[in-house]
C-alpha cells in the first residue's frame, strides 16, 4: 500500500520487487528478442509467471548480472 508523507502530502509508492520483460531489457540495456534468445539457450535470468504476466524477480536479475559478469571473467 502506498504511504503518504504527512508534511508533504507526496504518495510515496512501495519499491517493486520484479521487472517486466520489457522493464528488465530496459534496465540492462538488452531487447526483448535478446531476453527471449537467452532463455531459449539456458543462459536468461529465472522468470516467473505471475497469471499471464512473466515477471523477473530483482533477485533473479542480480544472481543473472553475476552469471554474466564471472563468465565474461572466465573468457577474458
Not at 538488452?30 to 536468461?44: D, H, Q, V
Request: glycine fraction near 6%.
Amino acid at each position: 500500500m502506498p504511504s503518504v508523507h504527512k508534511a508533504s502530502n507526496t504518495i510515496h509508492a512501495p519499491e517493486r520487487e520484479a521487472y517486466s520483460v520489457v522493464e528488465f531489457a530496459q534496465a540492462y540495456g538488452l531487447s526483448r528478442a535478446t531476453i527471449y534468445n537467452l532463455w531459449k539457450e539456458g543462459n536468461g535470468p529465472r522468470p516467473m509467471r505471475v497469471g499471464r504476466r512473466t515477471l523477473i524477480s530483482k533477485q533473479s536479475a542480480a544472481e543473472w548480472a553475476r552469471r554474466m559478469e564471472a563468465a565474461a571473467q572466465e573468457a577474458a
